[in-house]
């Protein structure tokens, strides 16, 4: 999890296309800037770093249930828990679940969890534009590559067949 870059999700874990659920990973780094003020002696991850977190766990979820046919921006943020402090070194798993998925749009259930204990949860609507519409097809593959999505979505094509 790199904070100060909004990369938030480290290692997609697993994806289940029949399910529609993603499980990643992210570790908070032991040291941010954003910590530096957040709070002074006692840092916290800010609750929207939690939202955003969720959020691009299920913006993965929406890559791969339609094969990267156009990108995921967040739209609303409905019903959003925090239920726990998430300090530095927490290890994080973020589960997103595709509600629906279509007309332009998407809605995901997401949950973060550390040490089997749920700390946030919400749902989301992200609103879905082709990706020749917005110039962000290979850094957005380029990331999805990076945290393993690609991997991942060849393993459970695989699990389908």
Known sequence: MQLEYFQMIDRIESLDLERSILVASATVPAESPVFEGHFPGMPLVPGVLLIETMAQASGFLVLAMTDFAAMPFLMTVD????????TPGAALEITATLEHEGS????????ITSGGKKVAD???KLRTIPFDQ???AGIVRNRAAEVGLMTTMAQAAGDRQ
């Open 122 to 124: 919400c749902q989301l």
């Open 79 to 86: 019903g959003a828990k925090m239920r726990d402090f998430v």
């Open 104 to 111: 332009g749009y998407a809605v995901t259930k997401a949950k």
């Open 134 to 136: 917005v110039p962000l």
